[in-house]
């Protein structure tokens, strides 16, 4: 039984991981990101350090929580066992936040 519930985390996570891979590349940001995805473990790089820290902010504001490792990314770290009406739920809250006129 346990192997079934790892094989079960993995599958998933593989589905999530392509599934917000996929998203982030039709998302119309300012600049066009670096995307990094291993796993669960998503980056987004851009080359305005100002443009991913307004990002961010405004996520927070919206219940969002993503983290940065240098001041001109984001990354988030969804759970193993996310579904998918949540993943759409924050990448929406996510493509809401990538456009500021004053960016």
Same mark, same amino acid.
């Given at each position: *039984?346990?192997? &079934? &519930?790892?094989?079960?985390? #993995? &599958?998933?996570?593989?589905?999530?991981?392509?599934?917000?891979?996929?998203?982030? @590349?039709? *998302?119309? !940001?300012?600049?066009?990101? =670096?995307?990094?995805?291993?796993?669960?473990?998503?980056?987004?790089? +851009? @080359?305005?350090?100002?443009?991913?820290?307004?990002?961010?902010?405004?996520? +927070?504001?919206?219940?969002?929580?993503?983290?940065?490792?240098?001041?001109? &990314? !984001?990354? *988030? +770290?969804?759970? #193993?066992?996310? /579904?998918?009406?949540?993943?759409? =739920?924050?990448? /929406?809250?996510?493509?809401?936040?990538?456009? /500021?006129?004053? #960016?």
């Amino acid at each position: *039984m346990v192997e &079934d &519930d790892k094989k079960k985390l #993995l &599958d998933n996570a593989l589905i999530a991981s392509k599934y917000i891979k996929s998203r982030l @590349e039709t *998302m119309n !940001f300012k600049s066009k990101p =670096e995307i990094r995805v291993k796993g669960l473990a998503i980056g987004v790089v +851009f @080359e305005n350090s100002e443009y991913s820290s307004a990002i961010i902010s405004r996520a +927070f504001r919206k219940g969002l929580l993503i983290a940065s490792a240098t001041s001109s &990314d !984001f990354i *988030m +770290f969804p759970a #193993l066992d996310i /579904d998918k009406k949540t993943l759409k =739920e924050g990448l /929406d809250i996510s493509e809401s936040c990538i456009w /500021d006129k004053r #960016l």
